[in-house]
C-alpha cells in the first residue's frame, strides 16, 4: 500500500511523506479502519509503521501514484 501523508508541522506546513506499508496484516487494519471512519488511527499506523519513500515537495507531484491521500489536521 502506498500513501500520500500530509502532516501539519509547526515548522513547516504541509509537509508531503510518501509511505509505504508491505505488511499485509497492517494494510488489512488500515483499510479497515478507513472504511469505519477511523482515519486517526490509520494514519498514526502509517506515520509509525510505514517505510518513507519520498518526501514530496509542495508543489511537486509524487513519482509514484499514492492508493491513499491522508491529511493529518482533517482526521
Do not use: C, W
Not at 487494519?29 to 494514519?43: C, K, M, P, T, W
Request: glycine content about 2%; overall charge positive.
Amino acid at each position: 500500500m502506498i500513501a500520500l501523508l500530509i502532516m501539519d508541522n509547526r515548522n513547516i506546513a504541509n509537509l508531503r511523506v510518501l509511505v509505504s506499508l508491505s505488511e499485509k496484516a497492517l494494510k488489512h487494519r488500515v483499510i479497515s479502519l478507513l472504511e469505519q471512519d477511523r482515519g486517526r488511527e490509520a494514519f498514526e499506523i502509517l506515520k509509525s509503521r510505514a517505510e518513507v519513500k519520498e518526501y514530496v515537495p509542495v508543489g511537486r507531484k509524487p513519482r509514484i501514484k499514492p492508493e491513499v491521500t491522508l491529511f493529518e489536521d482533517m482526521l
